[in-house]
């Protein structure tokens, strides 16, 4: 397991998350893999699944993952500027850290 700092960009009026390259080959994603992408508050969640709704976009060298969508600050809470920790793993990718129901005030 690795921890990266990634900013939320923004584009098109909407927060985007956008991974690439190194931090995901040294962890087993590779483009197209197959994944599911699950939204939660203050988390983003890439799961590898063989019959993923989504696939691992870039080249051998240089694999992608990339999320522009207003579920990112509407059920995440992410915010364009957030620094937010990307923790990667071989089956996952998270992005923020999950808010436990007990924290939520």
């Known amino acids: 397991m690795n921890t990266y700092q990634r900013l939320v960009g923004r584009n098109?009026?909407?927060?985007?998350?956008?991974l690439e390259g190194e931090m995901l080959l040294a962890n087993g994603w590779h483009n197209g893999?197959?994944?599911?992408?699950t939204f939660t508050?203050?988390?983003l969640v890439y799961e590898k699944h063989p019959a993923g709704k989504r696939k691992v976009a870039g080249t051998i060298d240089r694999p992608i993952l990339d999320t522009n969508t207003a579920k990112?600050?509407?059920v995440c809470g992410?915010?364009?500027?957030?620094k937010l920790p990307v923790t990667v793993t071989p089956d996952k990718v998270t992005v923020g850290e999950a808010v436990s129901m007990d924290k939520v005030e």
């Open 41 to 43: 508050k203050g988390a």
């Open 33 to 37: 893999q197959r994944f599911n992408v």
């Open 72 to 74: 990112l600050s509407k």
């Open 12 to 18: 098109r009026g909407v927060e985007r998350v956008w």
């Open 78 to 82: 992410f915010s364009t500027g957030d």
